[in-house]
């Protein structure tokens, strides 16, 4: 079992810039694929970035390449989604997941833990 809980969600004028964090318990963090998604009222739940278990790896939406970083830190047990230029179209709740097996994916089926999310709102 693991346990995520995100941070760092708040208020932000566009173009301005946030940082998430998620913070794992339980298993070995380092043995997990990590995963930020979002979901806007009336959507879908939407892949925005990913990470393998090293962090060598990542990949992102293309919605959201080029201004949105995705980084985690083993020895800390926390993953990080720094978003910077954000829009109002960035608005949602953002959460973090975790799957086994360490590669990136990108489907939210194919992750098998939640954290209960962090709200996100930009402004125009």
């Known amino acids: 079992q693991v346990q995520l809980v995100e941070s760092g969600g708040g208020l932000v004028q566009a173009g301005g810039s946030l940082r998430l964090s998620c913070a794992a318990s339980?298993?070995?963090?380092?043995?997990?694929?990590m995963g930020w998604f979002r979901q806007a009222p009336g959507k879908e739940r939407e892949f925005v970035a990913a990470?393998?278990?090293?962090?060598?790896?990542?990949y992102y939406a293309d919605s959201v390449k080029g201004r949105f970083t995705i980084s985690r830190d083993n020895a800390k047990n926390t993953v990080y989604l720094q978003m910077n230029s954000l829009k109002p179209e960035d608005t949602a709740v953002y959460y973090c997941?975790?799957?086994?097996?360490?590669?990136?994916?990108?489907?939210?089926?194919?992750?098998?833990?939640w954290g209960q999310g962090t709200q996100v709102t930009v402004s125009s």
């Open positions: 997941a975790a799957r086994g097996g360490g590669g990136v994916r990108i489907f939210p089926r194919e992750y098998d833990y």
């Open positions: 339980g298993r070995t963090f380092s043995g997990y694929a």
């Open positions: 990470i393998n278990w090293s962090g060598g790896t990542t």
